[in-house]
């Protein structure tokens, strides 16, 4: 792997590269502080938009705390701040990491943080209209036989939360798992020989994913979450093939 670094990467010794990475990350801390404000003024906008899926069930909203619904609106606004940063984010790893490689590798880096952009893009419209609706709607049939619906606002902003953000990141799998092979730390052929392993893993994070506690919910993120798992192999075997050829 030394072919993947440029000889003048070995003179920044590590407080220089902790000094870089601080800096970076500062300038990531104060973009998402300012979204988060902008995102807050918009908090009604915003909240409209996380109903958007389950307007067509039955229920209504509450809240039942005089603090609720500005702690629901705050939170609305850091999850909006954190999506509107995340390109930023990205683009920060990447001026972080360029210099550390060889042109050569460069563009891979480039392709590897583009990819995990459109995956977590594509994770978020994953949980936003197929989880959410799902999940909420069997909670809310299930609980409607025995009382009268009646979530409460702070309830269902945690739900909307943890459902988004976890689309979002369990869609990173092909990433991390073609990242890896690049880098030489794992092979296809380990991947290959360990899916039952794997499918184990994938069941206990999609049952700890999933807020219901029936099979078909929790099979509504395992499945994906197989399929990102071939994904991955596949984009490890391409990643090793590049590697070879290099």
């Given at each position: 792997?030394?072919?993947?670094?440029?000889?003048?990467?070995k003179?920044?010794?590590?407080?220089?590269?902790l000094?870089?990475?601080?800096?970076?990350?500062?300038?990531?801390?104060?973009?998402?502080a300012?979204?988060?404000?902008?995102?807050?003024?918009?908090?009604?906008q915003?909240?409209?938009?996380?109903?958007?899926?389950?307007?067509?069930?039955?229920?209504?909203?509450?809240f039942i705390?005089?603090s609720?619904?500005f702690?629901?609106?705050?939170?609305?606004?850091?999850?909006?701040?954190?999506?509107?940063t995340?390109?930023?984010?990205?683009?920060?790893?990447?001026?972080?990491?360029?210099p550390?490689?060889?042109?050569?590798f460069?563009?891979?880096?480039?392709?590897?943080?583009?990819?995990?952009?459109?995956?977590?893009?594509?994770?978020?419209?994953?949980?936003?209209?197929?989880?959410?609706?799902?999940a909420?709607?069997?909670?809310i049939s299930?609980?409607?036989?025995?009382?009268?619906?009646?979530?409460?606002?702070?309830?269902?902003?945690?739900?909307?939360?943890?459902?988004?953000?976890?689309?979002?990141f369990?869609?990173?799998?092909?990433v991390?798992?073609g990242?890896?092979?690049?880098?030489?730390?794992?092979?296809?052929a380990?991947?290959?020989?360990?899916?039952?392993?794997?499918?184990?893993?994938i069941?206990?994070?999609?049952?700890?994913?999933?807020?219901?506690?029936?099979?078909?919910?929790?099979?509504?993120?395992a499945?994906?979450?197989?399929?990102?798992?071939?994904?991955?192999?596949?984009?490890a075997?391409?990643?090793?093939?590049?590697?070879?050829?290099?």
């Open positions: 792997m030394s072919e993947l670094y440029p000889p003048e990467a003179h920044l010794n590590v407080l220089e590269h000094e870089e990475l601080r800096r970076r990350l500062f300038f990531v801390l104060i973009v998402f300012v979204f988060t404000v902008v995102a807050f003024f918009y908090g009604s915003i909240f409209e938009w996380t109903k958007k899926p389950i307007q067509a069930l039955p229920g209504q909203m509450i705390s005089p609720e619904a702690t629901a609106y705050f939170q609305l606004s850091l999850v909006a701040g954190f999506f509107l995340f390109p930023f984010l990205l683009y920060q790893s990447w001026k972080f990491l360029v550390a490689f060889a042109p050569s460069r563009r891979r880096i480039f392709f590897w943080l583009l990819l995990s952009f459109l995956l977590f893009m594509g994770g978020t419209v994953f949980a936003y209209w197929i989880a959410l609706p799902f909420f709607g069997f909670l299930f609980g409607s036989q025995m009382a009268l619906p009646q979530i409460t606002l702070g309830n269902y902003v945690s739900f909307f939360t943890f459902l988004i953000l976890s689309g979002a369990v869609f990173q799998i092909p991390v798992l990242l890896f092979s690049e880098l030489g730390f794992i092979s296809p380990v991947l290959k020989s360990k899916r039952p392993y794997a499918l184990i893993v069941l206990v994070i999609a049952a700890i994913i999933t807020p219901t506690q029936d099979i078909f919910n929790m099979l509504l993120f499945v994906p979450m197989m399929l990102l798992y071939e994904c991955g192999i596949l984009l075997a391409y990643a090793q093939r590049k590697g070879s050829a290099r």
